[in-house]
């Protein structure tokens, strides 16, 4: 015998096997199944299909019912628990789904969030790192060369001078400004040293005029005897080495320039009046274009190619520490040097400041004791 099951109308209804369609059909309208939605219809019967397409066709689309069949068993409170729990199960699984997708996601971007900014926070450190090499290099190469000038330039060397030349042509400071020019100081009856010094003098010159056309630079010799050293006697000294410049003038003149050049000469091995040697300072003075000492050499150890690449790198270090750059890096390595020295004195007043007061303190505490 087969059995249809009615839920939700307050009581369950028998119907035997041998009712038909029609009245199957009447008895559920009856009852209003056609507007319950979670209702459930079990059919123990040959003719279900044809009851559950014909129940399909009647009742509307949004209130089907759903059909199970069950050949074996009973429609029981369980199985509806159990389809509950199945329904909650799938929906938590869903929602776990998407929540997993989504926490993907979020991680997911997270991570391009935190790359691209890793990636900009490197670029900024890069660029950091390099603007400070860049500048301390450059400030630590302004300090060397202005230690070095402060080194190698002696105080206040050089200044304006009124001699003749070995064509008796009145000469002064002004007349070699616009080239450079090298200062060697001498005298015409030296044995060995001078001759030497203006050969290498010379030589060096011409070599570096065939390196490179400009600087043009002039060689000058100066007599510290001038006692024998006239115009005449000069003019045929200097013959023997083209484009020295020889400068001689009165007793007066040569010590003025000898002083301002701090340049030593003393007579010595004295024969009589016109027989004796003088000692005198062997150096190289190197004159930039304004008329200024630049930097002095003593040139006994070298040969002519090394004084000529002396020259030449003397010439362009003096460019470069003219330059607006050098300038500027040479203002901020003095200020940074005063703003130092103020903190290293403020700090040494501080300290003496604190002992006088932890002397006082203890004193005081002595007294009152």
Known sequence: MSLLTLRGIGTHQVLSRGLCRHTVVSRLHKHSLAAAADRVILFRNARLSQIQSHIYSKCPLNSRYRLHCLSTRRYSTEDEKQRKELEK???????????????????????????????????????????????????????????????????????????????????????????????????????????????????????????????????????????????????????????????????????????????????SLILDADNYLVDHTSLYFFMSPEGTFVEYLYPREMDEEEIADWMYKTTKRYWLTNTWLYKKALSLTERIHTFLMARRKEKIEQKRKDLREQMLARTTKDERS
């Open 89 to 267: 199960r799938q929906k938590m699984a869903m929602m776990s789904r998407h929540l997993e997708r989504s926490d993907a996601v979020r991680k997911e971007i997270k991570e391009i969030r935190n790359e691209v900014l890793s990636k900009e926070i490197l670029q900024f450190k890069y660029r950091l790192v390099l603007v400070l090499v860049i500048g301390s290099l450059l400030i630590a190469y302004a300090s060397f060369m202005w230690l070095e000038l402060e080194l190698n330039t002696p105080a206040n060397v050089g200044g304006n001078f009124d001699l003749l030349d070995q064509d008796g042509n009145p000469r002064t400071l002004d007349d070699f400004k616009g080239n450079w020019s090298v200062f060697y100081f001498g005298y015409t009856n030296c044995p060995d040293v001078c001759p030497e010094e203006m050969e290498k003098l010379s030589a060096s010159v011409s070599l570096l005029r065939k390196k490179v056309s400009p600087p043009t630079v002039v060689p000058v010799f100066v007599s510290v005897d001038p006692a024998r050293d006239d115009v005449e006697r000069l003019k045929n000294y200097v013959k023997d080495w083209p484009g020295l410049v020889g400068l001689t003038g009165s007793h007066e003149s040569i010590n003025d320039i000898t002083k301002k050049f701090k340049v030593f000469s003393e007579k």
